[in-house]
T-cell receptor, first 112, second 111 residues
Framework: GAGVSQSPSNKVTEKGKDVELRCDPISGHTALYWYRQSLGQGLEFLIYFQGNSAPDKSGLPSDRFSAERTGGSVSTLTIQRTQQEDSAVYLC??????????FGEGSWLTVV | GQNIDQPTEMTATEGAIVQINCTYQ??????LFWYQQHAGEAPTFLSYNVLDGLEEKGRFSSFLSRSKGYSYLLLKELQMKDSASYLC????????????FGAGTTVTVRA
């Protein structure tokens, strides 16, 4: 498709398990973002990738969270040893220029 | 730190006008985004204001006052499909690409 694609759309996992969330940005977009949205909360920045530059990881909440972007395209957000407070919607976005950022539909994560 | 405030909820009647305010206090400012988000869906880009003033796009308009740290989104001729959450987000600018989002305003349009 033409938009930002995320998978899985829904994930239920047991506390302590690891999860991987995938994002396929819009083709040609050099910038890629991960945000987290908890119920009733604003979007929380997690990590930003721009081309071949070192990513801005300043929003990752703990060392259980990591992300990579391979070949300047697909990105994977990994959460190790999941906790219940990790339950949220994880949104990926991409852009080719600063003033227009497109979001995917998110991966809904529930940790039980 | 970043502080972005917008009302939690607003209700309006079909065909009416609603104005969603957003005030911000941030360490940097390049521009301000407005997004629309229907329940369970991706945020959809509405506008990006950099300069002071009103920008109109069909039924939706967005206003910015940089000196006052204030923006609003104006929705005219409301339709039922406009029921959604509206998010404002500050772009800090320069080499900082981390958008800071408000918690969102849920607009309910009633017949």
């Amino acid at each position: 498709g033409a938009g930002v694609s995320q998978s899985p759309s829904n994930k239920v996992t047991e506390k302590g398990k690891d999860v991987e969330l995938r994002c396929d940005p819009i083709s040609g977009h050099t910038a890629l973002y991960w945000y987290r949205q908890s119920l009733g909360q604003g979007l929380e920045f997690l990590i930003y990738f721009q081309g071949n530059s070192a990513p801005d990881k300043s929003g990752l909440p703990s060392d259980r969270f990591s992300a990579e972007r391979t070949g300047g395209s697909v990105s994977t957000l990994t959460i190790q040893r999941t906790q219940q407070e990790d339950s949220a919607v994880y949104l990926c976005a991409s852009s080719s220029r600063r003033n227009t950022i497109y979001f995917g539909e998110g991966s809904w994560l529930t940790v039980v | 730190g970043q502080n972005i405030d917008q009302p939690t909820e607003m209700t309006a009647t079909e065909g009416a006008i609603v104005q969603i305010n957003c005030t911000y206090q941030t360490s940097g400012f390049n521009g301000l985004f407005w997004y629309q988000q229907h329940a369970g869906e991706a945020p959809t880009f509405l506008s990006y204001n950099v300069l002071d003033g009103l920008e109109e796009k069909g039924r939706f308009s967005s206003f910015l006052s940089r000196s006052k740290g204030y923006s609003y989104l104006l929705l005219k001729e409301l339709q039922m499909k406009d029921s959604a959450s509206y998010l404002c987000a500050v772009d800090p600018g320069l080499n900082d690409y981390k958008l800071s989002f408000g918690a969102g305003t849920t607009v309910t349009v009633r017949a």
